[in-house]
């Protein structure tokens, strides 16, 4: 496990008139055992900050450095699962598992935190989307103390499910403290995950404002402080979700 540091001068994609310039100017510190959660408007280069801290896209004018020199091991979820076809569920998770987490049965373990106890064998193709994504979310979780690398996990899942697969990542980040950094688009669910929200501007996407969550733990998503946090944001930054940060006066 590791803090990290990701100082983004400018990352470019290339587009019809030329470069497009997707994130600039950006730096954020994610300490050791810290979990931030970063929201912005769609399109503002959320996921390809993440893909450039777990050393996916290496194309960027900027630097990554880890608290501990090396990169750690990182577990990743994506917005899809990307769970490999041919293997069953628990197979799946025990094809990333270290030795350790394979002896001690960690992948069955969290399958079953997962609440897809009886699916081990199941191919992805014959559960539901929703028991993807759940196992995606296990198999990010299964080597204890990586570096957990979350894009917008809990998106399209219905109510009951999303409760579920978010009290289970807060129990496994509750005992390991990993260093989490997760993606979302719902302030609702930042405040109910994170110690810190990183909220982006529109493309190229900076950091626009940089908040201590203001609700203490536990937190529930559907609760009163919860609500009341989300709209004290709102009534002094209106367009935050937008990715302006404006004082409101």
């Known amino acids: 496990m590791s ?17 497009i310039a ?40 900027g630097t990554l450095t880890f608290e501990k020199g090396s990169r750690p091991r990182q577990g990743v979820m994506f ?57 995606a979310l296990a198999r990010a979780l299964v080597n204890p103390g990586a570096l957990l690398l979350l894009d917008e996990p809990f998106v399209s899942l219905d109510a009951p499910t999303a409760i579920g697969l978010r009290e289970v990542l807060v129990d496994v980040w509750r ?17 109910t995950l994170a110690d810190r929200l990183i909220f982006l501007s529109p493309r190229p996407g900076t950091v626009v404002l940089d908040l201590p969550n203001p609700v203490t733990q536990p937190r529930d998503i559907d609760g009163v402080a919860v609500a009341a946090a989300r709209a004290a944001l709102l009534e002094r930054w209106p367009e935050l979700l937008s990715g302006i940060a404006c004082r409101s006066d």
Request: aromatic letters at 4%.
């Open 175 to 191: 005992r390991e403290r990993q260093t989490v950094l997760c993606l979302t688009h719902d302030l609702r669910e930042a405040l």
């Open 22 to 61: 997707v994130l600039q100017d950006l730096r954020l510190h994610v300490a050791e055992g810290e979990f931030v959660c970063v929201l912005g408007p769609s399109g503002c280069g959320k996921t390809t900050l993440l893909h450039i801290i777990a050393g996916l896209d290496t194309q960027y004018d």
């Open 79 to 135: 917005q899809t699962p990307r769970l490999m076809p041919w293997l069953g569920l628990e197979a799946n998770l025990e094809l990333v598992a270290d030795a350790a987490s394979r002896a001690a049965g960690r992948p069955a373990s969290l399958l079953r935190e997962a609440g897809l106890a009886g699916f081990e064998a199941a191919t992805p193709g014959r559960v539901s989307g929703g028991m993807q994504r759940r196992a």
């Open 3 to 19: 803090g990290f540091t990701v100082d983004i001068r400018r990352k470019r994609w290339p587009g019809p008139d030329g470069a």
